[in-house]
Nanobody, 120 residues
Framework: QVQLVESGGGLVQPGGSLRLSCAASGSILSINVMGWYRQAPGKQRELVATIRSGGITNYADSVKGRSTVSRDNAKNMVYLQVNSLKPEDTAVYYC??????????????WGQGTQVTVSS
């Protein structure tokens, strides 16, 4: 099994910044893609940003230009830095990973989520 554990959420003032971290552990052969999704109350879960093992990134338009996703392949960790936070960034942020197991097949895993609230 694989576990993803997020950290770094909390209450942030508008215009502020946050950095989320996610650590993957378990029976991992490799991780193809890691990233972040978020879900605001009453809305569907949406992509925030992803990063492939080679470093190729993908961002949602809503955070493009003010966020950076990065990863440490050796530690199986992914990070999300978001600047110039807005109230509409308020959501539960979920870490996600496509993990290659010992059978050489890829599986999707989710973290438990961390709350980010942007408010004054």
């Amino acid at each position: 099994q694989v576990q993803l554990v997020e950290s770094g959420g909390g209450l942030v003032q508008p215009g502020g910044s946050l950095r989320l971290s996610c650590a993957a552990s378990g029976s991992i052969l490799s991780i193809n893609v890691m990233g972040w999704y978020r879900q605001a109350p009453g809305k569907q879960r949406e992509l925030v940003a992803t990063i492939r093992s080679g470093g190729i990134t993908n961002y949602a338009d809503s955070v493009k230009g003010r966020s950076t996703v990065s990863r440490d392949n050796a530690k199986n960790m992914v990070y999300l830095q978001v600047n110039s936070l807005k109230p509409e960034d308020t959501a539960v942020y979920y870490c996600w990973a496509e993990v290659v197991m010992n059978n050489f097949k890829g599986y999707s895993y989710w973290g438990q989520g961390t709350q980010v609230t942007v408010s004054s």
